[in-house]
Nanobody, 121 residues
Framework: QVQLVESGGGLVQPGGSLRLSCAAS????????MGWYRQAPGKQRESVAS???????NYVDSVKGRFTISRDNAKNTVYLQMNSLKPEDTAVYYC???????????????WGQGTQVTVSS
């Protein structure tokens, strides 16, 4: 069974920084893409950043230059460093991991439980 456990959310003032972490537990699998989504009240969930196992990254335009995604493949962990935070970054942040089982070519997407990020003075 795969579980994703997130940490690092909280309340921060505008212009501040937070670092989110998400660790995948379990065995017998590899992870292709890991990433972060967010969902603000009354809005659809959107992809914030993603990273392939080989290190290719993708960001939504609104966070480019402010957020940095990274991952430690040995620890099955993905991070999101968020700098210059704005009130509009307030949302529940969810990590995801695309799990591939040996002998298969398809993935199953797993989700973390979500962590609240609130940017407010």
């Amino acid at each position: 069974q795969v579980q994703l456990v997130e940490s690092g959310g909280g309340l921060v003032q505008p212009g501040g920084s937070l670092r989110l972490s998400c660790a995948a537990s379990g065995s017998g699998f590899s992870i292709s893409v890991m990433g972060w989504y967010r969902q603000a009240p009354g809005k659809q969930r959107e992809s914030v950043a993603s990273m392939t196992r080989g290190g290719n990254t993708n960001y939504v335009d609104s966070v480019k230059g402010r957020f940095t995604i990274s991952r430690d493949n040995a620890k099955n962990t993905v991070y999101l460093q968020m700098n210059s935070l704005k009130p509009e970054d307030t949302a529940v942040y969810y990590c995801n991991a695309d799990i591939v089982r040996p002998g298969t070519t398809y993935f199953t997407r797993y989700w973390g439980q979500g962590t609240q990020v609130t940017v407010s003075s």
